[in-house]
């Protein structure tokens, strides 16, 4: 899922957590949705700086899939991808290798499929649905080896 994408790279910049305070900031009356028209301001405070495009092509999109505003995840849905590979080109590849140090709990070079769970348990805070992670595990693990090595770590940060 976006939502779980972009909380792996959350650790790195804490993107997750600036998700969460934007969409409450923007969220004037608290009815747990976005206005469309508050789109651009909510973006610019997690210091992504949309260009006039893409601003045409996100509000297009909240218009015509969401009728004009969006819930939390339909939020993550759009702007995640976007902070994840604007996160993934920021941070530098020693980060991210440190980053990959930190789900590799017994440093053999591979994330298993346990240290993932504990990694995501961690991450995340809350437990994933049923299925959820086995979904998102073979989406990364590219070589079907059950195991997610340094270069499927990378392409699952920055393929969005
Ligand atoms: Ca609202
Ligand atoms: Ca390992
Ligand atoms: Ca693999």
Known sequence: STF???CITSFLRGTCAMLREAFKEFDYDADGFIHYKDIADCM???GYMPTEMELIEIIQQI???WGGHVDFDDFCELIGPRMVAETAHMVGLSELRSAFKQFDFNGD??????EFKEAMKTLLGEKLKKGELEEILSDIDLNKDGNIDFDEFLMMLSAQ
């Open 109 to 114: 070079g591979k994330i298993s499929s346990d």
């Open 4 to 6: 779980t994408a972009c």
């Open 44 to 46: 610019r405070t997690m």
């Open 63 to 65: 218009k015509m899939k």
